[in-house]
């Protein structure tokens, strides 16, 4: 066994920090972690969130009106977060937005091919789901990720 690699720092250079614009305490709590890893690491940071489906109901995903409202709306929270970052001092800030899909699938198919994260930054959720689903985003993306994955309870 080869010990140098048990002192090899490990770095990440990015970060890919969720937003649950659902559950605003574990994405602050998220929001604050990743923004201290990012500032003490120096590296690029991702914002991104997704569209629920269940946030969408069937008047409003024939109506392309709505679906518009919904989309803003959801890229103004994120553009809050990318903004809030950055007077933090972050320099690097990504804001990523994605249409409706199971939140933790668009991660894994699109967010992680288009951002190449090392590392995942998610919050614990702290409000009971509305579905029947017992797992919530983080230890799904957890199991499937490509990356590691922290999430801050």
Not at 24 to 47: C, V
Not at 74 to 92: I, P, Q, S, T
């Amino acid at each position: 066994m080869d010990y140098q690699e048990f002192n090899d720092p490990l770095v990440y250079r990015r970060i890919l920090l969720t937003v649950d614009e659902d559950d605003n305490e574990s994405t602050i709590k998220a929001f604050r972690f990743a923004t201290t890893m990012a500032h003490d690491y120096d590296t690029r940071l991702g914002i991104v969130s997704v569209l629920e489906s269940d946030d969408i109901n069937i008047f409003d995903s024939l109506t392309p009106a709505k679906l518009k409202e919904k989309r803003d709306e959801l890229k103004n929270v994120v553009d809050n977060y990318v903004k809030m970052a950055e007077n933090l001092g972050l320099k690097k800030v990504d804001p990523l937005v994605y249409d409706e899909g199971d939140v933790d699938d668009v991660i894994i198919d699109r967010a992680i091919p288009d951002f190449k994260p090392d590392l995942i930054v998610t919050g614990a959720d702290t409000i009971l789901p509305r579905s029947k689903i017992t797992a919530t985003i983080g230890p799904r993306l957890a199991k499937k990720a490509p990356v590691s994955v922290i999430v801050v309870r």
